[in-house]
């Protein structure tokens, strides 16, 4: 089992960057392959990037797409979220979420633990 802690959300205006991080509990984090989603108001929870348990492989939404990275230290249990040029567009919580699934995947359904979740906000 892992326990995962999101930090990193804030108030930003839109060409901005943000970094999210996720902090996994436990010692088997380079077990799971991990991803990172989102949820704004009213919408249902997208699939943003995800990447495979040694990091050699990510896996991106289009709408991310050449703005958003992906990594993970695994001696540190912790993946990132780079997100740079934000748009509004892109304001929802944002969740991290592993995965015993080999590979990366974008399917939420895969996922089996996630975290609580941390607010991005870009302003117009």
């Known amino acids: 089992q892992v326990q995962l802690v999101e930090s990193g959300g804030g108030l930003v205006q839109a060409g901005g960057s943000l970094r999210l991080s996720c902090a996994a509990s436990?010692?088997?984090?380079?077990?799971?392959?991990m991803g990172w989603f989102r949820q704004a108001p009213g919408k249902e929870r997208e699939f943003v990037a995800a990447?495979?348990?040694?990091?050699?492989?990510?896996y991106y939404a289009d709408s991310v797409k050449g703005r958003f990275t992906i990594s993970r230290d695994n001696a540190k249990n912790t993946v990132y979220l780079q997100m740079n040029n934000l748009k509004p567009e892109d304001t929802a919580v944002y969740y991290c979420a592993a995965t015993t699934v080999v590979g990366a995947t974008r399917n939420h359904y895969d996922y089996m633990y996630w975290g609580q979740g941390t607010q991005v906000t870009v302003s117009s």
């Open positions: 990447i495979n348990r040694s990091g050699s492989s990510t």
């Open positions: 436990g010692r088997t984090f380079s077990s799971y392959a």
